[in-house]
């Protein structure tokens, strides 16, 4: 029989400031990429069983009657001996991706560096910005275990942390969003060209952009527009100028700036304006002050998209909602859990979206499938939280 | 090679591995088995690595003929070469389970706890 692996780290796709890992960096991400399968699909099951057979009888036996929120479901799962070893290995597992992606990033800072300046220096298509405050929301811990998180610097000016996060992508996605980590890109141009077949649109926006992977394969889908993107994290904004450069992505601009505040375009100048997996990274008051602001800078007729994990809703079992919201409590994504509780729909027609304007639509990462694996929706095991799998908010304004 | 620093002197090997801010989950009762599941996991990964890298070092002498991995697979040692490797995983299998072999050694011990072997070496 054929074995099902994933692709090794060999054929993750270089470019202009992409960290070249050692031969034993990069059997350590094998390594990672196979053993985070393995928690996710062969050892899965393991946490629902134990739910079954362990965490609900316990639980119906202290409380009579079933757990009834996924709070209840997480306090209980936690006591656990085969879920807590299970999530101890996963965290760690975390925590050894980045200290493989910071040695890698790390001990060839120096190249990276000088790389990152001939792409970056004098470029009008790089605007940075030291006055722009990390949000609090951002800086009130590093998300998803990254040290230093998306503004992290080793010395000043740096481009560490961009080549850290890039490095990793792959081990953490089991090489299924494709060879530069930007199979969630590719999906949303196709799908737009699927939906708006000769489409032209001016000007495209993209919030929270951090290193541009998923905006890049936007901007050269659509080469004629004006594209920009945003971040508060000038260091990964470093990382990603340079990136885009070196992939021919040169109608790309990224400014460091608060998408909590877009005074500086007028309105109606966007004729698409969206995010990816961004929103989950906000807070209770930037998420619906982002939509706002996105809606005030998109044209009649223009597309709003938003690329997420699926919402939390009350058909969803708990036991699935519980385990979904595993990165909220140990992979430091703390607006994660409040995030995939809110009512998205109605919070953009709050913004203007009437109902009839919305839609939801299925996101799966395309990739080059004579080396990597495609994701299948809604497989057996999926890795939660890192699947190539997602859930699009969107609306087209009407005129 | 992973040897060099950067001119302004960044140590990558102390750097790495900085934590990343905000409160580590405690998974185990005991902070000791939470240390020992994040050592042994490092050391599981760096086995896989040890591996891929004589994988490596197999697939180029094979590709140069100098020795064919159907060879290292199908190797039997002669009597010395048996004897000596018996020895060698012999001990090996004695270092790892060093710690077992003497908690179970000390079983029959008739021992005292330190402080008290202190106090009777001060007054000797």
Known sequence: MKHKVPPPYTAVQGHGVFPKASHDEAARYDFLANFNNYLAVRLSAGNKRVYDKRVVPAFIREHGRPPETRTEVRLAMNKDPWHRFWSAMKRNSMEMRQHNGRQIALRQLDELDARARQFNEGRATLQLDPSVEIPRYQAVNDIHCMPGSYHGEERPGDISTGANYDSGFFATTAGMVGALSDGGGVAIAEWAKQQKPGWKPRRILDLGCTIGHNVVPIALAFPDAEVIAIDTAGASLRYAHARAQSLGAKNLTFIQMNAEDLSRFPEGHFDWVQTTMFLHELSTSALPKILKQAYRVLAPGGLMLHVEQPQYTEDMPLYEQFIRDWDAYNNNEPFWSVMHDLDIPKIMEDTGFPRESQFETGVVAIVDEKIFPKAEQGAAGEDHGRAPVWNAYGAWRPQ | ?124
């Open chain 2, 1 to 124: 090679m992973t040897t060099d620093q950067t001119n302004d002197g960044i140590d990558w090997i102390a750097s790495a591995p900085k934590r990343a801010k905000g409160k580590r989950p405690e998974y185990f009762d005991d902070q000791a088995l939470d240390l020992l599941t994040s050592t042994t996991m490092a050391l599981a990964a760096e086995v896989s690595v040890l591996r891929q890298r004589l994988d490596t070092v197999e697939r180029l002498l094979d590709a140069r003929q100098l020795v064919r991995r159907e060879d290292v697979e199908n190797f039997v040692p002669d009597a010395e070469g048996a004897y000596e490797r018996g020895v060698a995983t012999k001990a090996y299998v004695a270092r790892i389970m060093r710690g077992m072999t003497q908690a179970m050694d000390e079983l029959v011990a008739d021992e005292r706890p330190v402080e008290e072997v202190i106090e009777e070496v001060r007054n000797l």
